[in-house]
C-alpha cells in the first residue's frame, strides 16, 4: 500500500494547475480555505483511484479513443478559468476582496479535479504496479491510500501559500500571487490545447 501512498505524494506534488490553484488560495484566503482546497482535490483523486484500480481495464479502452477531444475540452476549462481569475482581479481595482466561504474552495478544486478524466488515465498506470489481484478491498484501500498521500501535500501547499499570503504587503500582495497562479493556469490550458492539436488522433 505504500507504493500506492507514494504515488498520490508525487503526483500531488507535480507542480500543476490544481496545485498552483490550491496555493493561491491558501495565500489569499488563508489556512482553512487553503487546506480544505487541497482536500478537495484530493477527494477527487480518491473518486478515480477507486474507479482506476477497481475498473480501469474496462474504462481505459474508451478514454483512449477520445483522449484527444477530452484533453482540448480540459485545457479550454483551464483556460476559461485562468482568464476569469485575472479579470476578476483586474476588476475588483485595489478594494479588499470579500472572503469566500472555505467549503467554495473545496467545492472549486474538487469539480475542476473530477472533470478531467485523464487523471483517471494516469492512475491506471499504476495498476500493474500493485498487488490488486482483482479484490476489490485491496483496490479501495490502495485508493485510499493514494488519496492520503495526495491529501497530505495538497493540504501542505494551501498552508505554504497561507504562510506567503501572511507574510506579503497587504491586499496587492495577495492579489499579485493569485494573478501569477491565474496565469500559471492559464498556460498550462494554452499549453494543454497546442499539445493535444498536435498530437496524432
Known amino acids: 500500500m505504500w ?3 507514494l504515488f498520490g505524494v508525487i503526483v500531488a506534488g507535480a507542480i500543476g494547475p490544481i496545485a498552483l490553484l490550491i496555493f493561491g488560495t ?42 484527444q477531444v477530452i484533453e482540448v475540452g480540459c485545457a479550454l476549462l483551464l483556460v ?3 482568464a476569469w481569475m485575472l479579470i476578476a482581479q483586474a476588476r475588483a481595482g485595489e478594494a479588499p476582496l470579500a472572503p469566500a466561504a472555505p467549503a467554495r ?27 490488486l489481484a482483482g479484490s476489490l478491498e485491496r483496490a479501495a484501500g ?19 501559500g497561507a504562510m ?17 497562479a491565474a496565469t500559471g493556469i492559464l498556460a498550462f490550458g494554452v499549453y494543454g490545447i497546442a499539445s493535444a492539436i498536435q498530437a496524432p488522433a
Open 142 to 160: 490502495h485508493a485510499l491510500a493514494l488519496a492520503t498521500g495526495s491529501a497530505m501535500v495538497n493540504v501542505a501547499i494551501g498552508g505554504a
Open 80 to 82: 476559461g478559468l485562468g
Open 26 to 67: 491558501g495565500a489569499r484566503q488563508g489556512s482553512a480555505a487553503g487546506a480544505l482546497a487541497g482536500l478537495g482535490a484530493a477527494l477527487a483523486d480518491l473518486a478515480y483511484a477507486l474507479a482506476a484500480f477497481s475498473a480501469g481495464a474496462l474504462v481505459l479502452p474508451y478514454l483512449a479513443r477520445h483522449g
Open 164 to 180: 506567503l499570503g501572511r507574510v506579503l504587503p497587504g491586499e496587492r500582495g495577495r492579489r499579485a500571487v493569485t494573478a501569477a
Open 105 to 131: 474552495a473545496f467545492l472549486t478544486t474538487f469539480l475542476l479535479t473530477i472533470v478531467n478524466p485523464m487523471t483517471f488515465v494516469i492512475f491506471a498506470g499504476v495498476v500493474p504496479q500493485l498487488p
Open 3 to 5: 507504493k500506492a501512498f
